[in-house]
């Protein structure tokens, strides 16, 4: 396996968490005002 390409799974899993903590940032700022 190369190195340079990290594992689609890592990734996916990696990008759901970014996402998921826009989600939460932005419903925690909509509230807050």
Same mark, same amino acid.
């Given at each position: 396996?190369? !190195?340079?390409?990290?594992?689609?799974?890592? #990734? $996916?899993?990696?990008?759901?968490?970014?996402? #998921? $903590?826009? #989600? !939460?940032?932005? $419903?925690?700022?909509?509230?807050?005002?």
């Amino acid at each position: 396996m190369p !190195v340079c390409i990290p594992s689609p799974a890592t #990734v $996916l899993r990696k990008t759901t968490f970014f996402c #998921v $903590l826009l #989600v !939460v940032f932005h $419903l925690e700022t909509y509230n807050g005002t």
